[in-house]
């Protein structure tokens, strides 16, 4: 089976610009969620969704959003791009939601954005 | 939210048997203990989840304190593809909904 794809795998944007990333989760996973990882730092959680409904947010500024199509599928939009916003984002997926404790996620290999 | 605290780094030999510790003195009641591991230039891998007590897969035991405000992985018999970066990771819930917090994550260097 195949794991959780993300695409694109790189790629470079201008500071003001505007970016979509992609993510479709494991067959049958219908639990997305959206973490930026800063070079030498942990994945810093940015958003959850769960049956296309937003289930958990991180502290990012608006300029962030996503969303979860029928398919689970999700996509990461990311506005008015700062030199800051460089990074691997990457897309995690699980089987199941809970509110409480952590379902065991899988993450796809990420999409390394660079804002020049 | 919870919060992890996790060393910078360790360093390690083949066949030994690696401890890392991690300190989430904030960790709410229904909150899980999660530990991943991630190799460079790629996503984080799930190892092992415990609420309390002691957890045991094929590849670590996670020890978890009665008051759950530590955790420690434990990898046995560590050999040179062990060296990665490991994260803790606590489940927390508020008001917002469901967040996740990662620490900076602990770098095992293992040498032969």
Known sequence: ?116 | LAKTTQPISMDSYEGQEVNITCSHNNIATNDYITWYQQFPSQGPRFIIQGYKTKVTNEVASLFIPADRKSSTLSLPRVSLSDTAVYYCLVGSSSTGGFKTIFGAGTRLFVKA
């Open chain 1, 1 to 116: 089976d195949a794991g959780v794809t993300q695409s694109p795998t790189h790629l470079i944007k201008t500071r003001g610009q505007q970016v979509t990333l992609r993510c479709s989760p494991i067959s049958g996973h219908k639990s997305v969620s959206w973490y930026q990882q800063v070079l030498g730092q942990g994945p810093q959680f940015i958003f959850q969704y769960y049956e296309k409904e937003e289930r958990g947010r991180g502290n990012f500024p608006d300029r962030f959003s996503a969303r979860q199509f029928p398919n689970y599928s999700s996509e990461l939009n990311v506005n008015a791009l700062l030199l800051g916003d460089s990074a691997l984002y990457l897309c995690a997926s699980s089987l199941r939601y809970s509110r409480d404790n952590i379902a065991e996620q899988y993450f796809g290999p990420g999409t390394r954005l660079t804002v020049t």
